[in-house]
């Protein structure tokens, strides 16, 4: 895989594009690619692994809160484990301290599961 691949990839993985789309675009911009599927699923897994650095991604999900100001708070079971995890951005925290009386929560994520 060239660099300019790879970066190809690695913009494309961020702003949500399938391994297939991905696969697509590679090959119509260069049409003697020998690139495959799998070529594509492990690239990702490496960029992902050295995004972690060694952390878990709960780990790195907390660094970043860190890093951006995000307001978080999180809940411990026995076993260590996180067991609640709530995290509110500044712009959502000043906007509830302007306007105390109203308060909309969605914690619907994946219920019908």
Do not use: C, W
Not at 12 to 30: E, F
Not at 63 to 68: H, I, M
Request: glycine share 4%; net charge negative; proline share 4%.
């Amino acid at each position: 895989m060239t660099t300019e691949e790879l970066h190809l990839l690695e913009d494309m993985s961020k702003a949500g594009a399938t391994p297939k789309v991905i696969l697509a675009t590679l090959h119509r911009r260069n049409s003697e690619s020998l690139l495959v599927a799998p070529d594509i699923y492990n690239a990702r897994k490496k960029i992902r692994t050295q995004e972690l650095n060694g952390r878990t991604p709960i780990e790195a999900l907390l660094d970043e809160f860190e890093v951006n100001g995000v307001r978080h708070a999180l809940k411990v079971n026995e076993e260590g484990h996180i067991s609640h995890l709530f995290f509110a951005f500044l712009a959502a925290v000043e906007l509830l301290q302007e306007f105390p009386g109203v308060l909309l929560m969605d914690s619907t994520y994946k219920t019908n599961r």
